[in-house]
């Protein structure tokens, strides 16, 4: 859970936010960043997307699948906070995959 946060995954997670605002300040982002984002033009879907990816550029190693899922936990979005630890399962099986899949390669190559 210790991983940033995949950007594929923010944009699914931005979809189902209703209080971005207060989400943006409960990770950190402060009142001129929440407020330059609110001033942009664009829908509120858009804006969504725009505040995690904010956090996420902001604070980027630091932007990790915990860091937001007990924010949204404390915001009793206990349904989205779910649904990043379930991002973040499939995220973490796709890289130990990778990962595996690439060291049987390094071992074809060197063994043949």
Same mark, same amino acid.
């Given at each position: 859970?210790?991983?940033?946060?995949?950007?594929?995954?923010?944009?699914?997670?931005?979809?189902?936010?209703?209080?971005?605002?207060?989400? !943006?300040?409960? +990770? %950190?982002?402060?009142?001129?960043?929440?407020?330059?984002?609110?001033?942009? &033009? %664009? *829908?509120? &879907?858009? #804006?969504?997307?725009?505040?995690?990816?904010?956090? #996420?550029?902001?604070?980027?190693?630091?932007?990790?699948?915990?860091?937001? *899922?007990?924010? +949204?936990?404390?915001?009793?979005?206990?349904?989205?906070?779910?649904?990043?630890?379930?991002?973040?399962?499939?995220? !973490? *099986?796709?890289? @130990?995959? *990778?990962?595996? @899949?690439?060291?049987?390669?390094?071992?074809?190559?060197?063994?043949?």
């Amino acid at each position: 859970m210790d991983q940033p946060c995949n950007q594929e995954h923010l944009v699914q997670i931005a979809k189902d936010l209703t209080q971005w605002q207060v989400v !943006a300040y409960h +990770l %950190g982002l402060k009142e001129a960043e929440v407020e330059e984002i609110d001033d942009m &033009p %664009g *829908s509120l &879907p858009e #804006k969504r997307i725009k505040m995690l990816l904010k956090w #996420k550029n902001k604070l980027e190693d630091v932007a990790t699948y915990r860091r937001l *899922s007990e924010c +949204l936990s404390s915001m009793r979005r206990n349904d989205l906070a779910q649904k990043v630890i379930e991002l973040h399962r499939v995220e !973490a *099986s796709l890289t @130990f995959h *990778s990962r595996t @899949f690439q060291r049987l390669i390094d071992v074809l190559i060197t063994s043949g």
